[in-house]
């Protein structure tokens, strides 16, 4: 059974921080990248980060460069997203993600293979 299981997420100042967990299994973790995906209410899903598996390239929006670090233990089968400066408009629900490096970049992001449940994350003033 193939699963994305988030954790990590919570109620944070703005300014602070958080780590996000992806542990994935089911599925062959070095054949897809692992993207982080956030949607805040009333808005459309955004892609914010990518990861590629087999190389390490990695991907930033633009909303979260310089900020946000992703990373990947291929022993856990897990991708981490580390969060700083955190901002009110960070606030989503984030998901991660498995399937192609560039549906993350371009979508659409139904194109994904894999998706989690999700995790909240809430940044407070």
């Known amino acids: 059974e193939v699963q994305l299981v988030e954790s990590g997420g919570g109620l944070v100042q703005a300014g602070g921080s958080l780590r996000l967990s992806c542990a994935a299994s089911?599925?062959?973790?070095?054949?897809?990248?692992i993207g982080w995906f956030r949607q805040a209410p009333g808005k459309e899903r955004e892609g914010v980060s990518c990861i590629s598996s087999s190389d390490g390239s990695t991907y930033y929006a633009d909303s979260v460069k310089g900020r946000f670090t992703i990373s990947s233990d291929n022993a856990k089968n897990t991708v981490y997203l580390q969060m700083n400066s955190l901002k009110l408009e960070d606030t989503a629900v984030y998901y991660c993600?498995?399937?192609?490096?560039?549906?993350?970049?371009?979508?659409?992001?139904?194109?994904?293979?894999?998706w989690g449940k999700g995790t909240l994350v809430t940044v407070s003033s």
């Open positions: 993600a498995a399937g192609s490096f560039y549906t993350v970049i371009a979508g659409p992001y139904n194109g994904m293979d894999y």
């Open positions: 089911g599925f062959t973790f070095d054949d897809y990248a």
